[in-house]
């Protein structure tokens, strides 16, 4: 017996192909694809701690993604857009207008305070949000614009901690402050000295360098003619290895050595080159060490499998950073800057650092600071 197939049938078997094929075109059109940017020294002397921040943005963009999220409707689909700053304050404005041009959806970035606050106007011009992991300079948030926000301690708190460890906890009576000029360095510099003049600590010496100096043997001769017990130092950790290295060069093994978050590094030994006297350093980083984050020990080990020895400081802040920008579109219910920002400074958010919420300036309602040392080469937590 002979099958022939009808007009009919033929015509419905098609209709049925172009429904088929056409249904996974319509179903791609439901996919809309929000760029997320992170911008830092992924270069330079400092890049592994920028690439430490950026790591993090990458990985909260995994973890969003593995969400499904629907935002106005529509399936989402984040990507990571990564701009270098090279930490010079001129490349960070030129990175921040490429970033409004190309109109991603938010920034997380960027990691100094001194490319922080000239790009924080440029944002705010285009109405992009940005949130810093890392900048402490309280400039940063003095302007008081609702696309600036910061998820960690400021200089204020920093600078008085590790002053107030130095005269309530070692003793200290006399210390030289030196500083890399920058608006992070001079400005965590100027903090401690204020507090620690206050506590009664003597001032014998204030010297100055820049962020990209190694040799610091004629400040450090000057400073040693003083007999401080300890130096401060404003800076990042690619200049305060080399100074504690010259430290024990020049005779100066037992003088303590003070800091901030940029320097309270996991790279500081290697940059020391295993220096005897990183056991005399003290740092202050703002927020909870992370062992002592309410998620901090899961996600380690979940950022230590992806980017096995790259951890230094700032990359759990940097992914709560993320989680809060997309929290912010979430509760908008839509990822246009225009709709979502003024959500973000009514963040109620559970992150792995903390409970994050924000004050009317951007800052964190209640920050956290941790003061740390070094043991055995290894960064240890105090508190």
Same mark, same amino acid.
């Given at each position: 017996?002979?099958?022939?197939?009808?007009?009919?049938? @033929?015509?419905?078997?098609? *209709?049925?192909?172009?429904?088929?094929? =056409? *249904?996974?075109?319509?179903?791609?059109?439901?996919?809309?694809?929000?760029?997320?940017?992170?911008?830092?020294?992924?270069?330079?002397?400092?890049?592994?701690?920028?690439?430490?921040?950026?790591?993090?943005?990458?990985?909260?963009?995994? &973890?969003?993604?593995? $969400?499904?999220?629907?935002?106005?409707?529509?399936?989402?689909?984040?990507? +990571?857009?990564?701009? &270098?700053? #090279?930490?010079?304050?001129?490349?960070?404005?030129?990175?921040?207008?490429? +970033?409004?041009?190309?109109?991603?959806?938010?920034?997380?970035?960027?990691?100094?305070?001194?490319?922080?606050?000239? #790009?924080? =106007?440029?944002?705010?011009?285009?109405?992009?949000?940005?949130? @810093?992991?890392?900048?402490?300079?309280?400039?940063?948030?003095?302007?008081?614009?609702?696309?600036?926000?910061?998820?960690?301690?400021?200089?204020?708190?920093?600078?008085?901690?590790?002053?107030?460890?130095?005269?309530?906890?070692?003793?200290?009576?006399?210390?030289?402050?030196?500083?890399?000029?920058?608006?992070?360095?001079?400005?965590?510099?100027?903090?401690?000295?204020?507090?620690?003049? !206050?506590?009664?600590?003597?001032?014998?010496?204030?010297?100055?360098?820049?962020?990209?100096?190694?040799?610091?043997?004629?400040?450090?001769?000057?400073?040693? =003619? %003083?007999?401080?017990?300890?130096?401060?130092?404003?800076?990042?950790?690619?200049?305060?290895?080399?100074?504690?290295? $010259?430290?024990? !060069?020049?005779?100066?093994?037992?003088?303590?050595?003070?800091?901030?978050?940029?320097?309270?590094?996991?790279?500081?030994?290697?940059?020391?080159?295993?220096?005897?006297?990183?056991?005399?350093?003290?740092?202050?980083?703002?927020?909870?060490?992370?062992?002592?984050?309410?998620?901090?020990?899961?996600?380690?080990?979940?950022?230590?499998?992806?980017?096995?020895? !790259?951890? !230094?400081?700032?990359?759990?802040?940097?992914?709560?950073?993320?989680?809060?920008?997309?929290?912010?579109?979430?509760?908008?219910?839509?990822?246009?800057?225009?709709?979502?920002?003024?959500?973000?400074?009514? @963040? $109620?958010?559970?992150?792995?650092?903390?409970?994050?919420?924000? @004050?009317? %300036?951007?800052?964190?309602?209640?920050?956290?600071?941790?003061?740390?040392?070094?043991? &055995?080469?290894?960064?240890? =937590?105090?508190?």
């Amino acid at each position: 017996m002979q099958i022939t197939s009808s007009p009919v049938a @033929t015509l419905t078997l098609t *209709a049925a192909a172009v429904l088929a094929l =056409s *249904a996974p075109l319509a179903h791609a059109q439901d996919v809309q694809v929000v760029r997320i940017a992170h911008a830092g020294p992924t270069s330079g002397g400092i890049a592994h701690i920028g690439k430490d921040t950026e790591n993090g943005v990458r990985m909260a963009i995994d &973890d969003l993604n593995a $969400q499904a999220l629907v935002i106005g409707g529509k399936k989402i689909k984040f990507e +990571l857009v990564t701009e &270098d700053d #090279a930490g010079d304050p001129r490349q960070a404005t030129a990175v921040a207008q490429k +970033l409004c041009d190309s109109k991603v959806a938010g920034v997380i970035g960027h990691l100094q305070s001194g490319t922080t606050i000239p #790009a924080a =106007s440029i944002y705010n011009k285009c109405g992009i949000p940005h949130i @810093t992991a890392a900048a402490t300079n309280p400039d940063v948030t003095k302007h008081g614009y609702n696309t600036t926000y910061r998820l960690i301690a400021n200089d204020n708190a920093l600078g008085a901690a590790v002053a107030y460890y130095a005269h309530d906890t070692l003793k200290i009576k006399t210390v030289a402050v030196i500083d890399d000029r920058t608006a992070y360095g001079q400005g965590l510099a100027d903090v401690f000295k204020a507090t620690a003049e !206050q506590k009664g600590i003597e001032v014998l010496a204030t010297e100055f360098t820049n962020d990209k100096a190694t040799d610091f043997t004629a400040i450090l001769t000057k400073i040693k =003619s %003083k007999k401080p017990d300890a130096i401060f130092y404003g800076g990042l950790d690619a200049q305060a290895g080399p100074m504690l290295r $010259q430290m024990m !060069q020049l005779g100066l093994p037992n003088v303590k050595f003070f800091g901030g978050d940029a320097l309270c590094t996991e790279k500081l030994p290697e940059l020391s080159s295993m220096s005897a006297n990183l056991s005399n350093v003290t740092c202050a980083t703002g927020g909870a060490s992370v062992e002592k984050m309410q998620g901090g020990k899961e996600w380690k080990k979940k950022y230590d499998a992806r980017f096995p020895g !790259q951890f !230094q400081v700032y990359s759990p802040y940097a992914y709560d950073a993320t989680f809060v920008l997309v929290d912010a579109m979430k509760r908008a219910d839509s990822v246009d800057p225009k709709v979502y920002v003024p959500f973000i400074s009514k @963040t $109620q958010f559970k992150g792995i650092t903390a409970n994050i919420a924000f @004050t009317p %300036k951007g800052e964190l309602t209640t920050p956290a600071v941790t003061l740390y040392t070094y043991k &055995d080469k290894v960064r240890v =937590s105090l508190n």
